[in-house]
């Protein structure tokens, strides 16, 4: 069974950064885009950063110049490098992942089980 494991959240001071991990095992033949969404007590489910197997990434107006989203191919792993941390930053973030399984051939998008983010002083 193919999951995503989210690790690296906590508690932090406005100011202050941390990293996010998501490693993505089973069965996997590839993995296309891998990106990081958030989402905060009574809000949506919104688009943090995302990265494609090329390289290319996006990011959330809120976010560019503070996060920083990277991958390791040969891992399967997605990181979430996030300095300057705000009090708005405060959310449950989750991974997701649009992974390609081998025969039988299939593909969909995956989620983590969220790792709570937490700025406050």
């Known amino acids: 069974q193919e999951q995503l494991v989210e690790s690296g959240g906590g508690l932090v001071q406005p100011g202050g950064s941390l990293r996010l991990s998501c490693a993505a095992s089973?069965?996997?033949?590839?993995?296309?885009?891998m990106g990081w969404y958030r989402q905060a007590p009574g809000k949506q489910r919104e688009l943090v950063a995302s990265?494609?197997?090329?390289?290319?990434?996006n990011y959330a107006d809120s976010v560019k110049g503070r996060f920083t989203i990277s991958r390791d191919n040969a891992k399967n792993t997605v990181y979430l490098q996030m300095n300057s941390l705000k009090p708005e930053d405060t959310a449950v973030y989750y991974c997701?992942?649009?992974?390609?399984?081998?025969?039988?051939?299939?593909?969909?998008?995956?989620w983590g089980q969220g790792t709570q983010v937490t700025v406050s002083s």
């Open positions: 089973g069965r996997i033949a590839s993995i296309n885009a």
């Open positions: 997701n992942a649009y992974i390609v399984r081998p025969w039988p051939l299939s593909a969909r998008d995956y």
């Open positions: 990265s494609t197997t090329g390289g290319s990434t």
